[in-house]
């Protein structure tokens, strides 16, 4: 769901000592983190941003993608205080005023998932790829999207979302 | 994960301090492998030194031709850069065919040089493996070795380094430049990586209380005979089986200058002097690149899983000299192998 970019999220208290800065989707917030606290973990635990999945945890499915100042990184393998002063945006982020992103509607169109679990982050994956703008044929979304695991196998399916979006932007 | 704490670095100066103080602290930068290691118990830093925003993320031009990478570049970034793209095309090659895009974007170009291996009895702390715990056996010799080295193993270590970016950079004679106490010094890129021997705990030449700063490529760039031809389980998104880097300069038929690094088959990336000079001068057909393949893996030694390792890293040598030779590289995203 979209959030506010104008209200501050109130501090939220958390274990650990350390002050971390992010503006996530938009909003400003403050949180305190202990140092080993993965941004995942962060988003997850006390932010309650669920949006963004856990699966391997080792960086190996892409479940956990989202964008950290405009790049796709997998947050499971990034310490949250590392990413002090960061922008991250998640699933949450994408829609603008309750209209969905068209990487959204587009994996609606073509039914690009089963279970649902990893589409939070192929989406997340899929708005990096085409801010790369590297990805042009199938082959290349296919090779570009390979950091993200699908073990329902929608894959042709997501190909084609990413396709219709691609040709949106 | 263990608990540790966090710290910043805020000059090269000030990060050679950090860790010359405390033997048990870490450098972080892309934290890609050092943080998977930690959540596995591999790897149990009391402090981490946030390195990541140290100001070494540009790529240079040199005096000489060459260009100076900072060893934070990003993968991702180092691959699409204009100046690789064009005058080092096989690094730019390799790189991508290495992990995801995601893991590009966070990883850097000093940790991937620093990154340790993927046998699976490195990162399982409940068995034997003497690169984790020194001395104590290595049981990927009798175990599951599927994905292991045929070259240069020893009895305590038959682990490969799992790098495809530095399999490039050891083909093109990269130079790693390295600070430390007693200030900065250069090691050739055939001597930053080690043989396991009988110390597998330590990966590289790095002394411990020094940080890489950056990667220099000299001038010549082997942009138009060249290929990057990774040979592994999956399409994509999978560690080497074989993976081999070649560069050529040819005048006419005739190989004038002639280079050849194996991935995935060794502790290092693989480079063999002898089996490089047979190909310089000679005229770049199948049978040089076959004589060059049998002397390149003249002392292959197979293990109960990976023999056939031996077989694919010839035919894979010979494939990767004909596409060098055609300037057909291998393409990373279409996967046929012409």
């Known amino acids: 769901m979209a959030r506010a970019s104008t209200t501050a999220r109130p501090t939220v208290p958390a274990p650990g000592r350390i002050p971390v800065a992010l503006t996530i989707n938009g909003v400003a917030t403050q949180l305190e983190v202990a140092p080993w606290t993965t941004l995942l973990d962060a988003l997850r635990d006390h932010l309650d941003l669920t949006g963004t999945k856990k699966g391997c945890d080792h960086g190996q499915c892409g479940a956990c993608t989202v964008l950290v100042d405009g790049r796709r990184i997998n947050s499971c393998l990034t310490l949250a205080v590392m990413k002090d002063g960061a922008k991250v945006t998640t699933i949450e982020g994408l829609a603008t005023n309750g209209a969905l992103h068209a990487l959204q509607q587009a994996f609606i169109d073509h039914d690009a998932f089963q279970c649902g679990y990893c589409t939070p982050g192929q989406i997340c994956s899929a708005a990096g790829l085409i801010a790369e703008g590297k990805a042009k044929s199938p082959d290349e ?3 570009l999207m390979s950091g993200n695991i699908c073990r329902c196998g929608a894959y042709p399916n997501i190909v084609a979302a990413i396709q219709q979006a691609m040709g949106q932007s | 994960m263990i608990n540790f704490q966090y710290v910043r670095a805020t000059d090269v100066a000030d990060a050679v301090c950090q860790i010359a103080a405390d033997p048990t602290a870490k450098f972080i930068a892309g934290g890609t492998n050092l943080i998977d290691l930690m959540k596995e118990d591999v790897e149990r830093p009391s402090r981490l030194i946030d390195i990541s925003r140290l100001p070494l993320n540009t790529v240079e031009e040199t005096t000489d031709g060459g260009l100076r990478i900072g060893a934070l570049v990003p993968n991702s970034d180092l691959a699409y850069h204009p100046l690789i793209a064009q005058r080092y095309p096989m690094l730019a090659s390799a790189i991508l065919a290495g992990a995801s895009a995601q893991l590009r974007n966070m990883a850097s170009t000093g940790g991937n040089l620093l990154q340790r291996t993927r046998c699976y009895y490195f990162y399982d702390t409940a068995t034997p493996c003497s690169k984790r715990e020194p001395g104590s056996g290595c049981t990927a010799i009798a175990g599951l070795n599927r994905m292991h080295a045929i070259l240069g193993t020893s009895e305590a270590c038959i682990a490969t380094h799992p790098s495809d970016m530095c399999v490039a950079l050891a083909a093109l004679e990269a130079t790693v430049y390295v600070t430390g106490p007693a200030g900065v010094r250069a090691i050739a890129f055939a001597d930053f990586h080690r043989l396991p021997g009988d110390t597998p705990q330590r990966d590289t030449n790095l002394q411990p209380k020094e940080i890489v700063t950056a990667v220099e490529l000299p001038a010549r760039g082997f942009s138009e005979n060249y290929t990057y031809l990774k040979i592994r389980d999956r399409l994509s998104y999978a560690f080497a089986l074989v993976s081999v880097a070649a560069a050529l300069e040819l005048e006419g038929e005739r190989i004038k200058e002639a280079r050849l690094a194996l991935g995935g088959v060794a502790h290092r990336p693989w480079r063999d002097p ?37 077989g694919l890293a010839r035919r894979a040598i010979v494939r990767a000299l004909t596409q060098a030779t055609a300037g057909t590289p291998q393409s990373q995203s279409n996967k046929k192998i012409g």
């Open chain 1, 141 to 143: 979304i296919r090779e």
């Open chain 2, 274 to 310: 002898s089996a490089e000079a047979a190909l310089r001068g000679q005229d770049a057909s199948q049978a040089t690149f076959a004589r060059a393949a049998d002397l390149l893996l003249r002392d292959a030694k197979g293990f109960e899983h990976n023999a056939f390792k031996i």
